[in-house]
């Protein structure tokens, strides 16, 4: 893949999953996957489900060079079988894990969004080809321990044809291979493709695990880690990308313009429309887009709940959501603009129009709702 463009399965500055050191708050998933292995009942396929960013890739990647990296249990007749793994660790200076960390393990297949050869720009899905080249890779030789391993990240971006490819292998699985399949949103799958794979569900992490998760990633908690708590739920996917993009200060100026309504500061919201429009500025865009999104969804919950959630994710928030979403009729109606928003926000990057002109456009909509 060239270099300058972004790999489909990493996060925009954060590690790889395959270099990621440790897996961090999701102990229940990994012994669930090692009971199953320790017990001889390792079924072929795993779908690891969860919001995005909370680890599943990851575990994907340690579950491969677990399984890669460790020999057939084999019966000693003298003192039994040796104990059972308690953990995914293998030493990074095990020939699989040096293998991985350099891209070239025989006995693994990453399968992502591909290159475009045409364009030259990277796929928005899976296709077929990108399945079908796991027919080659099941007719090479099997590497020590005759296993092969298969990541699908994310099988939510196969198209219809690379889903029915992938099933035909979930259906007629070649011996001693095992799938690890990634999705941020199962019921986009094929039931037939669910029914298949055994299930393996991650969390959000905790605070404590998220200050630890950043840490490991390298990333320097802002001022107010409890703002970033707030917007990123969990996932520290999602909170590398509002470190990375400067989300914090983005959300905190969404809630300053939702302060000055009904009458609306027009200035602040052209500067925030123009910032939108720079050259090279489609993450912030779309991150502009989530956090409003956000946003609506905060107000509406206020006034659902009688109470603004917390903590706070900006500056003076809880006041602003309060005095716009004060009851249950008003939090329908921020719900129903949030819905109608982003319909007419999607529709408009799907036909490509200035960015500028959807930041105005989804703001005047909010307008109009604090107005009526």
Same mark, same amino acid.
């Given at each position: 893949?060239?270099?300058?463009?972004?790999?489909?399965?990493?996060?925009?500055?954060?590690?790889?999953?395959?270099?990621?050191?440790?897996?961090?708050?999701?102990?229940?998933?990994?012994?669930?996957?090692?009971?199953?292995?320790?017990?001889?009942?390792?079924?072929?396929?795993?779908?690891?489900?969860?919001?995005?960013?909370?680890?599943?890739?990851?575990?994907?990647?340690?579950?491969?060079?677990?399984?890669?990296?460790?020999?057939?249990?084999?019966?000693?007749?003298?003192?039994?079988?040796?104990?059972?793994?308690?953990?995914?660790?293998?030493? #990074? $200076?095990?020939?699989? @894990?040096?293998?991985?960390? =350099? !891209? /070239?393990?025989?006995?693994?297949? &990453?399968?992502?969004?591909?290159?475009?050869?045409?364009?030259?720009?990277?796929?928005?899905?899976?296709?077929?080809?990108?399945?079908?080249?796991?027919?080659?890779?099941?007719?090479?030789?099997?590497?020590?321990?005759?296993?092969?391993?298969?990541?699908?990240?994310?099988?939510?971006?196969?198209?219809?044809?690379?889903?029915?490819?992938?099933?035909?292998?979930?259906?007629?699985?070649?011996?001693?291979?095992?799938?690890?399949?990634?999705?941020?949103?199962?019921?986009?799958?094929?039931?037939?493709?669910?029914?298949?794979?055994?299930?393996?569900?991650?969390?959000?992490?905790? #605070? $404590?695990?998220?200050? @630890?998760?950043?840490?490991? =990633? !390298? /990333?320097?908690?802002?001022?107010? &880690?409890?703002?970033?708590?707030?917007?990123?739920?969990?996932?520290?996917?999602?909170?590398?990308?509002?470190?990375?993009?400067?989300?914090?200060?983005?959300?905190?100026?969404?809630?300053?313009?939702?302060?000055?309504?009904?009458?609306?500061?027009?200035?602040?919201?052209?500067?925030?429309?123009?910032?939108?429009?720079?050259?090279?500025?489609?993450?912030?865009?779309?991150?502009?887009?989530?956090?409003?999104?956000?946003?609506?969804?905060?107000?509406?919950?206020?006034?659902?709940?009688?109470?603004?959630?917390?903590?706070?994710?900006?500056?003076?928030?809880?006041?602003?959501?309060?005095?716009?979403?004060?009851?249950?009729?008003?939090?329908?109606?921020?719900?129903?603009?949030?819905?109608?928003?982003?319909?007419?926000?999607?529709?408009?990057?799907?036909?490509?129009?200035?960015?500028?002109?959807?930041?105005?456009?989804?703001?005047?909509?909010?307008?109009?709702?604090?107005?009526?």
């Amino acid at each position: 893949m060239s270099d300058d463009l972004a790999a489909p399965d990493q996060a925009p500055d954060a590690p790889h999953p395959r270099e990621t050191a440790r897996l961090i708050g999701q102990d229940t998933a990994e012994q669930a996957f090692l009971t199953a292995y320790a017990s001889d009942r390792l079924h072929h396929a795993w779908l690891l489900t969860g919001p995005r960013g909370v680890g599943k890739a990851t575990l994907a990647w340690r579950i491969a060079r677990f399984l890669l990296a460790t020999p057939p249990v084999e019966e000693d007749g003298l003192f039994g079988a040796p104990p059972p793994p308690t953990t995914l660790d293998i030493d #990074p $200076e095990h020939a699989v @894990a040096r293998h991985m960390a =350099a !891209g /070239a393990e025989p006995g693994l297949a &990453p399968i992502t969004r591909s290159v475009n050869e045409k364009t030259g720009k990277l796929r928005n899905e899976i296709v077929v080809d990108d399945i079908r080249k796991l027919n080659r890779f099941f007719g090479l030789s099997a590497t020590d321990g005759g296993r092969r391993v298969v990541i699908v990240d994310a099988a939510d971006e196969m198209n219809v044809s690379a889903a029915n490819a992938l099933l035909k292998m979930l259906e007629e699985p070649p011996a001693r291979t095992t799938l690890l399949l990634i999705s941020h949103q199962p019921s986009r799958l094929l039931p037939t493709i669910r029914s298949r794979c055994r299930t393996l569900r991650l969390s959000p992490l905790s #605070p $404590e695990d998220m200050k @630890a998760a950043l840490a490991q =990633a !390298g /990333a320097v908690l802002p001022d107010h &880690p409890e703002r970033l708590a707030a917007l990123a739920a969990g996932s520290v996917g999602d909170a590398l990308r509002l470190l990375n993009l400067d989300g914090l200060r983005i959300y905190a100026e969404l809630i300053a313009i939702l302060g000055t309504l009904p009458r609306l500061d027009r200035s602040r919201s052209l500067a925030l429309a123009e910032a939108a429009a720079q050259r090279n500025a489609a993450d912030k865009f779309e991150l502009l887009l989530t956090l409003t999104d956000m946003a609506l969804t905060r107000l509406a919950r206020t006034g659902a709940m009688g109470q603004p959630p917390q903590p706070e994710a900006a500056p003076n928030e809880s006041e602003v959501l309060t005095r716009l979403a004060g009851d249950a009729r008003k939090a329908r109606i921020w719900a129903d603009t949030a819905a109608t928003i982003t319909a007419r926000a999607r529709h408009g990057q799907a036909v490509n129009l200035d960015p500028a002109a959807l930041v105005l456009d989804t703001v005047f909509k909010i307008k109009e709702t604090a107005a009526g």
